[in-house]
């Protein structure tokens, strides 16, 4: 346990400026045991790892794994409370594909539509909160190309998938 742990966060709030540095404070909620720095570096981390592990399963794995290893890196920080489930978003994407109106019937969700809504969620987590999808296309299309795998859409068709999902998990 940590000596932050038995802070009474009202006091906190009343708390110095100087005297809330030294509590290592969170800048925006003034909560003490702020670890920007940990869970950035714990992120790293967690994504090579992450990625590491997800490449038995392929790019795609590779993937999915890297952003699930940058939320579980970044350990109980700040990264876990704007985490993505890979597993709740295929779920997701799943039930609602063939609801889309760029759904091209005969596609299959495995093989077609599953690579390209994982290149929009699970490529969010690397940019800023503000980001938005065509400020990032070229990226996002170098990682469709990279774990497409079988899938018959040509980014054109894909992106629309992908968008889809960073929008969501935005």
């Known amino acids: 346990m940590s000596n932050h742990d038995n802070i009474d966060r009202d006091a906190v709030k009343h708390m110095s400026d100087e005297t809330k540095h030294d509590l290592n404070a969170d800048p925006i909620t003034g909560e ?14 967690g994504a090579a790892a992450g990625a590491a592990i997800g490449s038995m399963a392929g790019p795609l794995g590779t993937l999915i794994g890297g952003a699930v290893g940058a939320v579980v890196g970044g350990g109980a920080g700040h990264a876990a409370g704007e985490a993505i489930d890979p597993t709740h978003e295929e779920e997701y994407w799943r039930a609602e594909h063939a609801n889309a109106d ?3 019937e005969g596609h299959d969700f ?3 539509y599953h690579p390209a809504y994982a290149v929009g969620y699970a490529n969010r ?3 800023p909160a503000d980001a938005r999808f065509e400020d990032h296309e070229s990226d996002l299309e170098r990682s ?7 899938s ?3 980014w054109a068709d894909a992106k629309h998938a992908s968008r889809d999902a960073w929008n969501r998990v935005s």
């Open 110 to 112: 495995d093989r077609d």
């Open 125 to 127: 987590h690397r940019y």
């Open 144 to 150: 469709w190309n990279e774990v497409k795998g079988e």
């Open 152 to 154: 018959r859409l040509a």
């Open 102 to 104: 760029y759904y091209v």
């Open 32 to 45: 003490p045991g702020s670890h920007p720095v940990g869970t950035a570096v714990g992120g790293v981390g």
